[in-house]
């Protein structure tokens, strides 16, 4: 009895306490939740909501006559100030790391290593709410504390900054996880031989914009001195980033400049190691696609960025027509896939470059990615950039949790603890490492890195040829298997590429319009019509570049006599429907560079610069029109903006069928001029009518827009025909009358 009303009790006791553990719980998730919301945040953030410490510079590497110096700052991110406090910097002298698993742990802040020697302590004022302070902290080459890095190779470096309580309120504190390398030079250690480090940097850009005064210019002028190549250009801050980098190569010998022959045009530089696709054209989601047609109706055929394109294209930039470099593909926005290998062989690229999506190979060590694919059009060498050290150099950390890895310092510091640990993994292995920049990778950025490898006495900086010249690492026979394994299994933006394509292909046909069914009539008739040789089997030859090829034409068919505008001599009709087409094609090499952004801005300018060709031809009607017979006129005016006479019709309907007009009226109008024509109008009936206008090239397809014109007839009959017409009708009319009253009816009616 008593142990039966005494389990309810128990049972409200037992959920009690379960609800209070749920509580706990609650309150425990509710103060950690904001900590992992942090961890997932950008390179600002950090895992303290309160004050977040970051790392501006920092000595990589250390060597007998480097000393050591740090630049940190410490944010304040309360509203209420921070008392002063101190910043101490540590480390283990004696600890190395056994696994890339434990360096990692290490970044992350989740290894717990024991790191009680001090190599810097420094002063921190306070700090106002909201406010952030810079703390600096050398040591000397001879401090002691340096001293104790007896042996070569990575170490851990804990950053603690702690503030002073203020009353009773609890310390503030803040750590970072970095590294700091002895180097070999000076070390009491064996020196085993140094890993290979192929280091390249892109010279490219996807921040290509269309010049709108360079597309006036194309579309109005006639003179043979403007290039179709100038609708495209980089503004002066991108310019004078491509610059910096340029220079970037005279200053380190060992950097690999992989350039793009557009950027080479507007630098006109011959510092490079190998030529890439023209427009860092995107090979790989060509291949994806798969319809090179559609690339040819968009303008951009196999010529346009074939190596013998790249190659004319620097020869043009140096002035120097027996210049040559070396090709190599640049990986687009997709992968290296079978049929991206062979899309890439089969336009003169013998070697391509894989920045990621090529792991076909056991990363259990760092190991030299280097491959060798069999294609229809013959093997290709494939470099793969190592992921981890190619990420750090492109600003990324390695994990979310790094937090030290959020400043380029952070991550040259493990960049440069990375790279020794591959070295200590196998000591005495032969291996070279490719290690990429990105497009976006900042002058800065490169050089930080290259000053940190100039005092890596384990590392060689060696060259592509170097990296080329080594032995395939797998056996090129398993290489088709083993890529359609591992290699592209997403299907990338095919069908953002597809509609990218079809709306090129609708521009461009606007402007061959222009050039064959509008411009000069009588060209047609003497056989100058503008050719298109970019539309006839595209993908098998290996013509000149886009510029090659527009002043070949031009050179062949310009006019020696009459300057229309400035000093050039005049382009004939054809050369100038050509150059049109030249321009577009290269708004379109740009927007099929695999960028996003750059995609939709040239895919715009290309339709844009079509619409302004066609719309320098305008057609103005004369205003409503009021008819008072049975025939009539509509005067209508063509003005030409283009430097060459146009021959088209002007198309006419009405919405009744009492007043109508002629359907086409042919009508030609001069080289930057206006023409008159009349539109015939005949009309049955007094009413009103709206006519619609439009300008039809000769083939009958309508362009320009539409105009419309009010045309009010008061149709009066006032001449003796129509009188007699009139009187013998109702003469008739009453004789009809009078025999339909006194016929006689016949019997059976």
Known sequence: MNR??????????????????????????????????????????????????????????VTATSGFSATLTVENRTTQPVSAGAIDIMTNPDYNFVSRTDVQE??????QIDTTHELAHADVAAIPAGGRVAVHAVLSAHDPALAALTT???????????????????????????????????????????????????????????????????????????????????????????????????????LQVVADPAVLETLGTPHLTALMQPARFDI????????????????????????????????????????????????????????????????????VIATGDFNIADDATAQTLVYRAPTEHGDVTVLAAQPTLTSLANAHATSQHARAERTDAGR??????QSAFYQMEQPYAQRTLLVCFGEDSSPKQVEMLMDALGDASWIDLTSLADLTAHDALIDPGLMPQLIGENVGLSAGHAASVRETLMQLGASRSDLKRLG???????????????????DSNDDASQAPSPSATADATVDAQSESSGSSEGGGSRLTESAYA???????????????????????SMRKAAAAFSDAALGAITLSPSGNVSVLSETASMPVTVSNGLPYPISVRISSR?????????????????????????????????????????????????????????????????????LAIIIFAVALGLLGLWRQFHRKKDPDE
């Open 4 to 61: 039966r009303h005494t389990n309810p009790h128990a049972r409200r006791r037992a959920w009690c306490a379960l609800l209070v553990l749920l509580m706990a719980i609650a309150m425990v998730l509710d103060v950690h939740i904001p900590q992992a919301a942090a961890d997932d945040g950008d390179s600002t953030t950090s895992d303290v909501p309160g004050v977040a410490l970051s790392v501006e510079s920092l000595t990589a590497v």
């Open 106 to 111: 290490w970044a992350d802040g989740t290894a």
């Open 152 to 254: 070569w190779g990575p170490r851990p470096l804990r950053i603690l900054y702690t503030a002073q309580s203020d009353g009773d309120a609890q310390p503030v504190h803040a750590s970072l996880n970095s590294y700091i390398t002895r180097s070999q030079d000076g070390a009491a250690s064996v020196r085993t031989p140094s890993i290979g480090i192929s280091i390249v940097m892109p010279l490219t850009s996807h921040d290509w914009s269309a010049d709108d005064k360079a597309r006036q210019r194309l579309i109005t002028s006639d003179t043979r001195d403007l290039s179709a190549q100038s609708i495209a250009t980089l503004d002066e801050n991108e310019c004078k980033a491509l610059h910096d980098k340029d220079r970037l190569s005279t200053k380190y010998p060992q």
């Open 284 to 351: 790989t989601s060509y291949a994806r696609v798969g319809d090179p047609q559609a690339y040819a109706r968009a303008g951009v055929g196999k010529s346009k960025w074939s190596a013998a394109s790249g190659l004319a294209q620097l020869r043009g930039a140096l002035g120097d027509m027996s210049a040559s470099a070396p090709a190599i593909a640049w990986q687009g926005a997709d992968s290296w896939t079978m049929d991206a290998l062979d899309a890439a062989r089969g336009a003169g690229y013998d070697t």
């Open 412 to 417: 040259i510091a493990r960049f440069i603890a």
């Open 516 to 534: 064959s069914s509008i411009l000069g009539g009588d060209a047609q008739q003497s056989g100058d019509k503008p050719n298109d040789a970019s």
């Open 578 to 600: 050509r150059r049109l087409l030249d321009a577009h094609d290269t708004l379109a090499l740009f927007a099929l560079q695999g960028d996003t952004a750059l995609c939709t």
């Open 654 to 722: 009405t919405d009744s069928i009492e007043i109508i007009t002629a359907r086409m009226t042919p009508i030609t109008a001069p080289a930057r001029g206006e023409a008159q024509t009349s539109i015939s109008i005949r009309v049955t009936t007094s009413g009103t009518a709206v006519a619609r206008e439009q300008l039809v090239d000769r083939d009958g397809e309508p362009f320009g827009a539409m105009q419309q014109t009010s045309i009010t007839s008061s149709l009066q009959i006032s001449d003796k025909s129509g």
